[in-house]
């Protein structure tokens, strides 16, 4: 079974802090992405990655920068955390973009930025 | 942009049939239709993926009509465990390169 493994389940940061969320996949999968989540939005595509230091945006980039060094692990970094970005963050890997090969998620980062 | 389109909510008994439509004028050739269902404080879980016409596995079955502009999850006899948000996913490509969008999700509630 694939593991999306995300660092934390509950984080709490203040506002101006720079905020680090890890995800780390154990299926050697080329792709990965970050989703925020909020109540009557659904799932929203922060940036996803195609392949070590590759990235692209994804539908709300804005406020936030994404890293990926090796091919298991997918960072979001909010540079200067607001309150706004106080929601729930999903990490989820896939061999290939295209919609045909499923998505597997991790738990969720709650983060809370007070 | 290949949009997909759900009800925010629906209700049913336990024991009734649960079909939740999902609408996506605008998919493309190539693109799969995959549905995802998710628990509270969990991530989304892969429930059931087709092309065309109709696909069963043990948890759901999955019907597309002809022009593929819809979609319908079929849920036999739901029980309380079934409730939960689901997701219907069609791939974005209107980028240029495959962005995998999903939609605000329908909440499934389901009454004893």
């Known amino acids: 079974d694939v593991k999306v493994t995300q660092s934390s389940r509950y984080l709490v940061k203040r506002t101006g802090e720079k905020v680090f969320l890890e995800c780390v996949q154990d299926?050697?999968?080329?792709?990965m992405f970050w989703y925020r989540q909020d109540p009557g939005l659904g799932l929203r595509l922060i940036y996803f990655?195609?392949?070590?230091?590759?990235?692209e945006k994804g539908d709300i980039p804005e406020g936030y920068s994404v890293s990926r060094e090796k091919k298991e692990r997918f960072s979001l970094i909010l540079e200067s955390a607001s309150t706004n970005q106080t929601s729930m963050y999903l990490c989820a890997s896939t061999v290939y973009a295209r919609d045909r090969d499923p998505l597997h998620f991790g738990n969720g980062t709650r983060l809370t930025v007070t | 942009l290949a949009k997909t389109t759900q009800p925010i909510s629906m209700d049913s008994y336990e024991g009734q049939e649960v079909n939740i439509t999902c609408s996506h004028n605008n998919i493309a050739t190539n693109d799969y239709i995959t549905w995802y269902q998710q628990f509270p404080s969990q991530g989304p879980r892969f429930i059931i993926q087709?092309?065309?016409t109709k696909v069963t596995n043990e948890v759901a079955s999955l019907f597309i009509p002809a022009d593929r502009k819809s979609s319908t999850l079929s849920l036999p006899r739901v029980s309380l465990s079934d409730t939960a948000v689901y997701y219907c996913l069609v791939g974005d490509s209107g980028a240029g390169s495959y962005q995998l969008t999903f939609g605000k999700g329908t909440k499934l509630s389901v009454i004893p």
């Open positions: 990655s195609y392949d070590v230091k590759m990235k």
């Open positions: 087709g092309y065309k």
């Open positions: 299926m050697d999968h080329e792709n």
